[in-house]
């Protein structure tokens, strides 16, 4: 194929903000977990497929194959109004748990 260009579960990107490795971001509707530590107007790379420890709102009571969203601050919530769609629980974590596994992009 003439078109290709890849498998899609990486994706390049450049932001205002420095990135760490593990960082959840969103890139429009498409979240991207960062796969190291880059500067501001730094060329990254992110993960665009997986399940990923990312840190929850701790009063969240999150249940197992929930929708959640990013928040704007990097946690994971299931607040959806003015939070971009993150994906699903891939696990059940409670009011006081602090992280919770989500499957990204699905």
Known sequence: MKNYVQA??????SRSA???SGDAIALGSVIAVSVGDFSANVP???H???VY?????AADDITQGAKVYLKSD???TTTDSGNTLAGYAWEAAGNGVEEVEVKINA
């Open 8 to 13: 899609g579960d990486t994706i390049s990107f």
């Open 48 to 50: 665009t497929d997986g």
């Open 44 to 46: 990254g790379v992110g």
């Open 18 to 20: 420095a990135t760490k």
């Open 74 to 76: 990097g946690n994971i």
């Open 53 to 57: 420890k990312l840190p929850k709102v």
